[in-house]
């Protein structure tokens, strides 16, 4: 059971928009799957987004965001073992809302971080940067902007 009981604030919600910015319509994401708002694949009564989803207003697709963040943080909360300031916390929040909590909880990050290599998350970070197995440059925009913050 994880050490942390901690809560996504403003760094780690932004860093999110961020780099999901908005979409009010159904599209499909890089490994074409189907997302909405700011990259909610799931609706807040637990369903999948589809390409019949309607679309939705910017305060609705916050609120979607707010939904698939809790499953990130809970994740995070629960596997990880080790103290975590919450800038650290805002990271692996965008990390995990980004690569799913099943990626994250498989991990070698977590494995490590879980020994306290703290140092260790950075490089980790950049090994989740390729789309279809070729470098993807806004993946690899999006891990800097963790690593920044994980290290601020």
């Known amino acids: 059971m994880g050490v942390n009981n901690l809560d996504i604030d403003d760094a780690g919600l932004n860093l999110i ?7 009010a319509n159904p599209y499909q994401d890089q490994n ?22 309607p679309a939705v207003t910017q305060n609705q697709a916050l609120d979607l965001l707010h939904y698939g963040c809790r499953t990130a943080i809970n994740c995070i909360n629960t596997h990880v073992n080790v103290d975590l300031n919450q800038n650290q916390f805002d990271a692996l929040c965008d990390f ?6 099943g990626n994250f909880i498989s991990s070698t990050l977590l494995v490590l971080l879980n020994q306290g290599q703290y140092d260790s998350v950075p490089t980790q970070l950049m090994r989740w940067t390729k789309t279809g197995g070729q470098p993807n440059s806004g993946l690899i925009r999006r891990r800097q902007a963790e690593i920044n913050l994980w290290g601020s």
């Open 17 to 23: 928009t961020q780099f999901e910015g908005f979409r």
């Open 32 to 53: 074409n799957i189907w997302t909405i708002g700011y990259g909610s694949t799931y609706l807040t009564d637990g369903s999948r987004v589809t390409q019949y989803t």
């Open 96 to 101: 995990v809302y980004n690569v799913g909590s």
